[in-house]
Each structure stands twice: as structure tokens, then as C-alpha cells.
């Protein structure tokens, strides 16, 4: 039988898959190797090194998970539909589960670090001008865009460490659709398209 030719995303999505598992330090070039049935030569000819791989694997997560998402959510004119299409598919049935987790657990990492800013800051950014466009002012719009931020990572955080216990946060059964529907109408219809008021009731700008 010949050996499918290795490309830098089979190894980029590996590698994934091993942070995933058990954090950066799961990242090996031979257990890599061992898993795709592939050398370390076949390793070393995409890649300088295990930092070179780490960065594009990373940098592998960011497109997909954040810059071609919402790439495609542009297609959605409604700001609301957009918004619920946003968590329904970031809190679904993940290609990897528990990889967002991982990362942000080693947001200290010199290879981490950059590239987890860089994701959090263009996700806080979309989210506010979503809500932007519900009609919320500036100042809102980033509180509730950081607020809803906070409960999706809680959210798969929680899914990560205690979905047995807490079958709402599960990717899928009658119990997670129904807390994950609660939460978009909380994110979306709850919140959306007012403006923030401050203690004496004025609208803030």
C-alpha cells in the first residue's frame, strides 16, 4: 500500500489534535511521526523545527476558527442572525474538542501568547461591532462584546472539565440545545439592540 504524501496541514492539524489531549507539551515530532505513520525526515521537510510547527498549527486555528468564520458570516445581512449563527457554530460539534481550552491554558507560552492575543482581540472586535450594529452605543457594545466573549470561553471550559456533570454544555443532546438556545436569545434578544444606561438611567455614548 503507498503512503499518502504528508502535507503541512495533515501535521498543523496533528499537532491540534496532541494540544488538545495534553497541552503544548503533547506536541512530539515522533509521536507525531508514530500517529501519521511518517518519518522525521518527512517532518523536517515542512518544518525548521517543533516551534516552526507549533506556529503554523496556531496559526492554522486562527484562520478557521476565527478569520475564514467570520469571513463567511458576512453573508448573514441581519446583525442578530449573524450573531446566533456565530455561537451556534463556535459552541457546536468542534473538529477538535477541547482545543480552544489548551490554547488558552498555555496563553503564556512564547509560541501561544501572540497569536491568542491576536484571536482575542479581532473576536472582541467583531463581537462589538455586532452588537454595534444592534443598536447598541460604543461603550455597551464592548462591555456586552466582552461579556459574551467571557461565557463562550467559560463555556468550553466547562465543557472540557465537567460535561458529565453539567450535560447543558455538552456539543449535542435535548439538554445542550436547550441551554445553548437559551443562551443565544440571552446574547442576542436579551441584551441586543438597546442601549446601556448608567445608575441616574442616561444613555451612554
Given at each position: 500500500m503507498v503512503k499518502r504524501h504528508l502535507t503541512p496541514d495533515d501535521w498543523s492539524t496533528a499537532a491540534l489534535q496532541a494540544m488538545a489531549r495534553g497541552g503544548v507539551a503533547a506536541v512530539s515530532v515522533n509521536a507525531l511521526a508514530g500517529e501519521l505513520g511518517a518519518t522525521r525526515g518527512s517532518f523536517y521537510w515542512h518544518f525548521k523545527d517543533r516551534d516552526a510547527l507549533l506556529t503554523a498549527a496556531l496559526e492554522r486555528w486562527e484562520t478557521d476558527h476565527t478569520t475564514a468564520l467570520i469571513s463567511r458570516l458576512e453573508d448573514i445581512s441581519d446583525p442578530r442572525q449573524r450573531l446566533a449563527a456565530l455561537f451556534s457554530t463556535a459552541?457546536?460539534?468542534?473538529?477538535?474538542?477541547?482545543?480552544?481550552?489548551?490554547?488558552?491554558?498555555?496563553?503564556?507560552?512564547?509560541?501561544?501568547?501572540?497569536?491568542?492575543?491576536?484571536?482575542?482581540?479581532?473576536?472582541?472586535?467583531?463581537?462589538?461591532?455586532?452588537?454595534?450594529?444592534?443598536?447598541?452605543?460604543?461603550?455597551?457594545?464592548?462591555?456586552?462584546?466582552?461579556t459574551a466573549y467571557a461565557a463562550y470561553l467559560g463555556w468550553v471550559e466547562l465543557r472540557r472539565a465537567a460535561s458529565d456533570l453539567v450535560p447543558e454544555v455538552d456539543a449535542s443532546g435535548e439538554s445542550a440545545t436547550a441551554a445553548l438556545e437559551h443562551l443565544i436569545t440571552w446574547l442576542t434578544v436579551a441584551h441586543g439592540g438597546h442601549q446601556g444606561t448608567g445608575a441616574g438611567g442616561s444613555v451612554e455614548r
Open positions: 459552541l457546536g460539534e468542534g473538529d477538535i474538542s477541547g482545543l480552544e481550552p489548551a490554547i488558552v491554558a498555555h496563553a503564556d507560552h512564547p509560541r501561544v501568547a501572540p497569536i491568542l492575543r491576536r484571536v482575542t482581540e479581532q473576536r472582541i472586535a467583531y463581537l462589538t461591532d455586532l452588537y454595534t450594529d444592534l443598536g447598541l452605543a460604543p461603550a455597551p457594545a464592548r462591555r456586552q462584546a466582552v
